[in-house]
């Protein structure tokens, strides 16, 4: 019984630190879009030690990294700003800008496993919807590496990776290849077939007409 109690408390304890942890990641938020510098910078003091302390639980942890990678800091202006990339270091809860130009469109993709890295994905915006566009005229895409924030230019097909869904590409049983299908709206047809995730290369093995559909719908 006393070995349950013992049990029973900590699991209380928990619970209340992932309560805190919300409840400053809302307040951070608040501060953020209300534009108050000093409470900003307060609660993500606090929110990047929470990220950092392994005696957390993993999913306060989680929240914290979450409420950290979603807000854009007052300092930054506004989402409608071109946007930047940033790692963020578990063990300290630091944040690195990556060494790389803002632009409208700039996201982490996917982490690649077969690299040891994470694609990036750095466009201009398209509508014109944000004043003078700023990025490259043709999207890029870059490797970059976690641990020490260097960057590659990578080229290839990356449609597949582009596709949104709640979960990865089918594997075909061979090394990095994976099924993919890449819609035409304009030819008003689906190219299906392998996806090499290490060469980023796409080869057709058959075309469907009049129909749509990405991967994941496959």
Known sequence: MAHSGAVDKQHRHSGQQRSSTLAISLLYQHAVETGDTTAEDKF??????????????????????????????????????????????????REFRVN????????????????????????KDQDGLNGKPVGPDRPEYYLLTPDTGETRLVSGEFAPLLQEGNRFLQATGKTDEFWAAIPDEVKDQTQVGRYNLKTFSFSATLTIPHLTFDSMSM
Do not use: C, M
Not at 71 to 88: I, M
Not at 104 to 115: A, K, M, Q, R, T
């Open 44 to 93: 993500r003091n606090q929110l990047q030690t929470i990220a950092a302390d392994k005696n957390f639980p993993g999913r306060a942890r989680d929240t914290a990294i979450d409420a950290l990678s979603t807000t854009k800091w007052s300092s930054d202006s506004s989402w409608g700003q071109p946007n930047y990339v940033v790692r963020f270091n578990l063990e300290t809860g």
């Open 100 to 123: 790389l130009e803002p632009a409208d469109d700039f996201n982490p993709i996917v982490f690649l496993p077969s690299h040891g890295k994470v694609l990036l994905r750095r466009a």
